[in-house]
């Protein structure tokens, strides 16, 4: 399951919504053919996959994404579809952040894209919203419009816990730590920010009905960096 992101489709004058040489002029065509995703149709690289409790909605930063877009109206459809009796977790992923600490983060946030898409998390209630793009893991409280709706306690045996029984907003988080080169963060440290490791690793989730557990794992010593879970008691 992948996000297509900057280094595969963005090139000028090819319909992509930043205009950077960064794909090389590939314009997300080796991409399609590496990674066939149950998309749309060429070129509309946004889809969605249920695996057990999990519905998952990938969406195409690189491609418009302002209301009344194709993208956007498919994405509210998509996700306000969702059989919560049946895949109770909805996880959201897209490749560009909506929010960082990053040291260089403002060139790498887009305003007009978190407030195109954010609405869209919080009314169709997503649980967890996955980016990547900066180089780094850095995670949220249950968050919107850049404010801290709610906040994890420690649970029994230390982990963090989101109780969304009472839905208040997603949690997010950057997981772009799978390769090259990491970015370092900001020596100020946002509200919103619960927790930030900048080394090489990757993201795992357990999942039943009431529970779904996320754990960071560093990649060369494969210890959990951190780890969270969201509850729902229903």
């Known amino acids: 399951m992948t996000a297509i992101g900057n280094h595969e489709r963005d090139y000028v004058d090819s319909g992509s919504v930043f205009e950077t040489p960064d794909s090389g002029g590939e314009c997300g065509v080796p991409y399609e053919a590496y990674f066939p995703m149950p998309t749309q149709a060429k070129d509309k690289p946004w889809y969605s996959i249920e695996q057990g409790p999990l519905h998952f909605t990938i969406m ?21 579809s969702v059989n919560r009796s ?26 007009h894209f978190i407030d195109s898409v954010e609405p869209l998390l919080l009314a169709s209630k997503v649980d967890l919203a996955l980016f990547g793009h900066v180089h780094n893991y850095e995670r949220s409280c249950a968050m919107y ?5 709610a906040i994890p306690v420690k649970g029994a ?78």
């Open 145 to 149: 419009q850049g404010k801290c709706k």
């Open 86 to 111: 049946r895949t109770p977790w909805l996880i959201f992923a897209g490749h560009r952040q909506m929010y960082s600490s990053y040291s260089d983060a403002i060139f790498t946030v887009d305003q």
């Open 157 to 234: 045996d230390g982990v963090d816990t989101y109780d969304q029984t009472n839905y208040t907003a997603p949690v997010q988080a950057v997981i772009g730590m799978a390769g090259f080169t990491l970015d370092n963060f900001s020596s100020s440290v946002p509200d919103w920010s619960i927790s930030r490791i900048c080394k090489f690793g990757y993201s795992r989730i357990h999942a039943k009905r009431g529970v779904l557990n996320f754990e960071f794992v560093q990649s060369d010593t494969r210890n959990v960096e951190d780890s969270f879970r969201i509850v729902k008691h229903n």
């Open 60 to 80: 195409s930063t690189e491609h418009d994404w302002t209301p009344n877009s194709e993208q956007y109206k498919w994405l509210k459809s998509n996700m306000n």
